[in-house]
T-cell receptor, first 116, second 113 residues
Framework: AQKVTQAQTEISVVEKEDVTLDCVYE???????LFWYKQPPSGELVFLIR??????QNEISGRYSWNFQKSTSSFNFTITASQVVDSAVYFC?????????????FGTGTRLTIIP | DTAVSQTPKYLVTQMGNDKSIKCEQN?????MYWYKQDSKKFLKIMFS???????INETVPNRFSPKSPDKAHLNLHINSLELGDSAVYFC????????????FGSGTQLSVL
């Protein structure tokens, strides 16, 4: 069975601070995919990143960066110099090949509030 | 053009009623999904369809019946609505399957009174 744990339910930081959102996953599959989605107050779900289990390189996209460590089964997300627009619920998710029956298993989300 | 559109955005109804939510994607994707987000923001898959064929039915009560008339449409019909059905329902699509980026609709907020 697959499981995604986001232990931080809520985080608040002052604007311009850096913040890291933790994600720990469990799977027995050797091939799997990890995702982050953002849900701003408006409610839509916005894709941020997808990584496969064979690519452990960290990724940076502007102020966003992701640290994938298979040794600790973690896929953490860092926002540098946070802005008020970063306020949202962030979901980490996991999927694995399953003969066409793949499904995304979401964590419970971390609500991030950026204080101006 | 909205890639994945679902209607209505809000649905308020009485217990026991039957209601439908419609979803359409114009991305040419093969796979479509319904996800449910409860009041605690927990997201869980309900159904997935690949090219009009049901692939995943995630132990959802049979009061929920998805229908896919073609691969661009996936509708959700709910019979005999219950208070516990109140949630946000998201439609999504992906090119081929669940290991890829999902494109989500804007959600339907269902409130059962």
């Amino acid at each position: 069975a697959q499981k995604v744990t986001q232990a931080q339910t809520e985080i608040s930081v002052v604007e311009k601070e850096d913040v890291t959102l933790d994600c720990v996953y469990e799977t027995r599959d050797t091939t799997y995919y990890l995702f982050w989605y953002k849900q701003p107050p408006s409610g839509e779900l916005v894709f941020l990143i997808r990584r496969n289990s064979f690519d452990e390189q960290n990724e940076i996209s502007g102020r966003y960066s992701w640290n994938f460590q298979k040794s600790t089964s973690s896929f953490n997300f860092t926002i540098t110099a946070s802005q008020v627009v970063d306020s949202a619920v962030y979901f980490c998710a996991l999927s694995a090949p399953n003969f066409g029956n793949e499904k995304l298993t979401f964590g419970t989300g971390t609500r991030l509030t950026i204080i101006p | 053009d909205t890639a994945v559109s679902q209607t209505p955005k809000y649905l308020v109804t009485q217990m026991g009623n039957d209601k439908s939510i419609k979803c359409e994607q114009n991305l040419g994707h093969d796979t479509m999904y319904w996800y449910k987000q409860d009041s605690k923001k927990f997201l869980k898959i309900m159904f997935s369809y690949n090219n009009k064929e049901l692939i995943i039915n995630e132990t959802v009560p049979n009061r929920f019946s998805p229908k896919s008339p073609d691969k661009a449409h996936l509708n959700l019909h709910i019979n005999s609505l219950e208070l516990g059905d109140s949630a946000v329902y998201f439609c999504a699509s992906s090119p081929r399957g669940g290991n890829e980026k999902l494109f989500f609709g804007s959600g339907t907020q269902l409130s059962v009174l």
